[in-house]
């Protein structure tokens, strides 16, 4: 049985129809998608340590639970916060920069 792919065409109309023209949308959009990316490098970091989930979790004083939020961005706290934590026990640390928005990113998105 061949596995249906999302189209991108499909993406960019559910974008175009119901986030673009809202303001609001838009943003909650590009910090779903910043979260998105962190969590994606997080996991990354993590797995090149070689480290469990329990296993940063102890590090940090947390609990596995809340590593796992993390890298599925469905973290509710304080996320900077626990971050840099979690940067710190990797030994790196976090870099905050302000870009301009780029519309275009939408496109980049769905490729």
Request: aromatic share 8%.
């Amino acid at each position: 049985m061949e596995e249906k792919k999302i189209s991108t065409d499909a993406f960019e109309l559910i974008y175009s129809r119901y986030i673009k023209d809202d303001p609001a949308r838009v943003a909650s959009f590009h910090e779903e998608l910043t979260k998105s990316a962190i969590a994606r490098d997080i996991y990354d970091l993590r797995c090149q340590a070689g480290l469990t989930h329990e296993q940063l979790a102890d590090l940090i004083g947390v609990s596995a639970s809340i590593i796992e939020d993390i890298e599925e961005a469905d973290y509710e706290g304080d996320f900077l916060s626990m971050a840099s934590k979690i940067a710190t026990v990797l030994h790196r640390r976090v870099e905050v920069r302000f870009v301009p928005v780029d519309t275009s990113e939408v496109a980049s998105v769905t490729t």
